[in-house]
């Protein structure tokens, strides 16, 4: 059967979304050897990541087991996570040039048509 | 698991069967077209982009891809032809492929005093190669004598979960039979290089790893970018990548877990199977030349797609299409089953909880066996006289 959303390693603070989803929908995802459910606060597309807890700015956020960067903003659970509340950490050449450190990370809006 | 390959002179074994004319220099590109085109047949021209004003270290690039893909087990013999001017020497080109112990050929231009006389030489070197090539027939070879290599394309969340982990799979079951597997991508490292290096057989490699992935990060961090939109690609971020580090967890997993025997300069042979990482870029023509060059004979080229945002996704011939070597296209979103056609294999069972990527690695695997053995892959179905020119890799400035 099709799983709705998966979280890849048990540390991760953020789901993948198998199939395209809808606001309000419940999603059970298996987190190591638990089962949590997440409500969605909106639309989240096959592939798009959605919050598994209530994530604080400044946070790392951890899919795979490996930090894929910082939130730009507080995220709440089930809220999508994406480039316009997330910023990567590495080869910040912007950052580099303005001598600026990476807890002032800027997100850009996401484009995404939902 | 074996496959059925044209045995060559220094002991390897051809998924294909090619006659290539290979320019030493860009000037000398259209005289090694012309001469392909009044052969026909298996004869292919190798067109590049190393010119005059490249420097020095591009240039030695360009002569090591160039002597690598001349060297390459699904080539029977080769003409070089060249203008006897700058930049790669033609002597030296023909010289290096000259190793392998194949048919070798060098047509200069200047020696012969006319375009006229080395369109002759060229031609009746490249036919007598091709009738000669035609005698040779294929045997049987295990998968140690398989060179495989992989990058991905149209990258998406559905690569980490579907096509990557499969390739990843099947690399593994290769470097067990003793083939060797080559990857690429350098910038999609960023963020995961220390996975990779964890798993380097000695600390040289995994010193290395590390090296190679910081030297792009600097170069990176050097233009004062924020490469966003270059690394991921407006595409991938559409498809829900937001970041290099989430590009880079799902790229290395076409990896698969086998030790990393060493880490290759674009275009560098491997001197010894098994699985090598080689520094490079994520263009995919500079990346399969790069692999043809270092002797694989079939790759993979994995495809992410699916999700809301199709227009990134491009799966036609020219896409993955390098003259010496087949490219299987694996594809991963059961949103693209309707494109099946002009892919080889779908990994898309693993998004639909159908298989395993060990279940899928194994049909990989299965497929690479019977391209390298002739079966054609799907871009090798379709007609289309576009060929990509071959894409040198150049650090340097341009001049």
Known sequence: MRRKGIVLDSTDNVVTALTDLSAGDTVEVEVGKELLVVTLLGPINFGHKFSLYDIEAGSRILKHGVVIGQATRNIMVGEHVHVHN????????DL????VSNDLLVATPCQCSH | MEFM?????DGTAGARNYVTVIPAQQCSNELAYRIASEVGGNVLALPHTDTCGNVQPDHDAAERA???VGCNPNVAGVVVVGVGCDGVREEQLGNGIATSRKPVEVVDLRRLGSYEKALEKGTRAARQMSVDSSRLQREPFD???LTFASKCTSSSPASVIACNPAVGSAADALIDMGGTFIFTETAETIGAEHLLAERGETEAVSRRILE???RMEDRIKATGLNIRGTQPTGGNMSGGISTIEEKSIGAIAKSGKSQIRGVLEWSERPSRKGMYFM???ASTPQAFLGFAAAGAQVIALTFGGGGACPEFHNYTVAVGWIPVVPAIKVFSSPSDVP????????AGTIIEGKETPAEVGQRILEEIAAVASGKPASQETRKSDYREMLLMYTTGPLL
């Open chain 2, 5 to 9: 390959g044209y045995p060559r002179p």
């Open chain 2, 279 to 281: 520094d490079g870029s």
């Open chain 2, 212 to 214: 190679v992935s910081t």
């Open chain 1, 86 to 93: 997330i910023a990567s950490l590495r080869a910040r050449g």
């Open chain 2, 143 to 145: 998968l140690s004598y």
């Open chain 2, 66 to 68: 160039l002597v690598g």
């Open chain 2, 339 to 346: 494109l099946m056609e002009y892919f080889d294999v779908y």
């Open chain 1, 96 to 99: 580099e040039k303005a001598g």
